[in-house]
């Protein structure tokens, strides 16, 4: 099975699905119909935060996600 690749348009980052990225991604469409994307810390910024992220705050927050993950599989059936 082949991936589709979908980059937020602002920093690169992959939000297609089965990434830590893509329960928050924010969808958009260009005028020509395709769609663009953007991770939620570039929209938190896009929004007027102050705040930019680094790639510090980036792979911390993409290890909280799958820690996150991992503790829900373990407590649903089948999980591992």
Not at 18 to 43: E, I, N, Q, V, W
Not at 52 to 76: C, I, M, Q
Request: with cysteine; net charge negative; proline share 5%.
């Amino acid at each position: 099975m082949k991936q589709q690749t979908e980059p937020c348009v602002a920093c690169g980052e992959e939000t297609s699905a089965g990434t830590p990225l893509f329960s928050d991604r924010h969808t958009d469409r260009t005028s020509t119909g395709a769609p663009r994307y953007l991770c939620s810390l570039c929209m938190a910024v896009a929004r007027g935060s102050r705040e930019l992220h680094s790639d510090e705050e980036r792979a911390r927050s993409r290890e909280e996600l799958e820690k996150a993950a991992f503790g829900f599989g373990s407590f649903v059936p089948g999980g591992h």
